[in-house]
Nanobody, 122 residues
Framework: QVQLVESGGGLVQPGGSLRLSCVAS????????MGWYRQVPGNQRELVAT???????TYADSVKGRFTISRDNAKNMVYLQMNSLSPEDTAVYYC????????????????WGQGTQVTVSS
């Protein structure tokens, strides 16, 4: 089994910062791309940032210049540094990873974490 566990969410004031972490654990052979998504009740889950196995990154326009995604391949972890937070960033943030479950397969399966709440408010 593969598990993704997020941490680091919480309540922060506008203009503040948070750092989210996600660790992959369990039985698997490798991880390809990883990313962060967020969802507000009533809305679709949207992409925030992604990072490839080699470190190439993409960002949603709404977070460019404010958020930074990074990863530690040795620890099977991905991070999201969030700066200059605004109330529009309030959402449940989900970790995502493409996981290769066996060494003899080239297929990467999508996995999701349970989510961590980020609330930006005074």
């Amino acid at each position: 089994q593969v598990q993704l566990v997020e941490s680091g969410g919480g309540l922060v004031q506008p203009g503040g910062s948070l750092r989210l972490s996600c660790v992959a654990s369990g039985s698997f052979a490798g991880i390809n791309a990883m990313g962060w998504y967020r969802q507000v009740p009533g809305n679709q889950r949207e992409l925030v940032a992604t990072i490839s196995s080699s470190g190439l990154t993409t960002y949603a326009d709404s977070v460019k210049g404010r958020f930074t995604i990074s990863r530690d391949n040795a620890k099977n972890m991905v991070y999201l540094q969030m700066n200059s937070l605004s109330p529009e960033d309030t959402a449940v943030y989900y970790c995502h990873a493409g996981v290769r479950r066996t060494s003899w397969s080239s297929t990467y399966y999508p996995y999701w974490g349970q989510g961590t709440q980020v609330t930006v408010s005074s």
